[in-house]
């Protein structure tokens, strides 16, 4: 079965801090295609990568950055120095072959 | 500038009533989905539609259903409202299928009392 696990629940990280948001998945397809979401405090869902399984590279924009690792089934996403604007949720979503499969998120506060 | 629009934004209904949200896109996608979100559960999937007329269900399809007579509407429609079905309500479209990734719309919020 296709799932996602987002361990952390919520993060608290001080402005400028680094931090990274994990995500384990588990899936019996060999190609299959890995994205993250980012929903904010107004509440829409905002498309932020898409990745598939044959591609490892890690990918970076910006201050983001993400790291696939097909041996370790993660796909984690770091944000470096972060800001305040970055208060958001965060989901690491999976397809399932008729749809996506999301995260439970992962909950991320940034304070000045 | 939105292609896909979401209505009512907000409702508030009473149990047992039967209740139809609507999803609206101007993008001419063949793909449709209607996900709720509640705290702690991330965005679970209701139904899905890959066409006119074509659905199915999705992981927590009880006590919901959905129509798709027009490429532009994917209707849901709660037939006998619970308090257990309160939750955030998104609809979103693809053009190519979820490999591809979706628009999602802004949301409904619907409370049943």
């Known amino acids: 079965a296709q799932k996602v696990t987002q361990a952390q629940t919520e993060i608290s990280v001080v402005e400028k801090e680094d931090v990274t948001l994990d995500c384990v998945y588990e899936t019996r397809d060999t190609t299959y295609y890995l994205f993250w979401y980012k929903q904010p405090p107004s509440g829409e869902l905002v498309f932020l990568i898409r990745?598939?399984?044959?591609?490892?590279q890690n990918e970076i924009s910006g201050r983001y950055s993400w790291n696939f690792q097909k041996s370790t089934s993660s796909f984690n996403f770091t944000i470096t120095a972060s800001q305040v604007v970055d208060s958001a949720v965060y989901f690491c979503?999976?397809?399932?072959?008729?749809?996506?499969?999301f995260g439970k998120g992962t909950s991320l506060l940034v304070t000045p | 500038d939105a292609g896909i629009t979401q209505s009512p934004r907000h409702k508030v209904t009473e149990t047992g009533t039967p209740v139809t949200l609507r999803c609206h896109q101007t993008?001419?996608?063949?793909?449709m989905y209607w996900y709720r979100q509640d705290p702690g559960h991330g965005l679970r999937l209701i139904h899905y539609?890959?066409?006119?007329?074509?659905?199915d269900k999705g992981e927590v399809s009880d006590g919901y259903s959905v129509s798709r007579s027009k490429t532009e509407d994917f209707l849901l429609t709660l037939e006998s409202a619970t308090s257990s079905q309160t939750s955030v309500y998104f609809c979103?479209?693809?053009?190519?299928?979820?490999?591809?990734?979706?628009?999602f719309g802004s949301g409904t919020r619907l409370t049943v009392v």
């Open positions: 539609s890959y066409g006119v007329k074509d659905t």
């Open positions: 979103a479209i693809s053009e190519r299928g979820p490999n591809y990734g979706y628009t």
């Open positions: 993008e001419n996608h063949r793909y």
């Open positions: 979503v999976l397809n399932s072959g008729y749809a996506l499969n």
């Open positions: 990745r598939n399984s044959f591609d490892e």
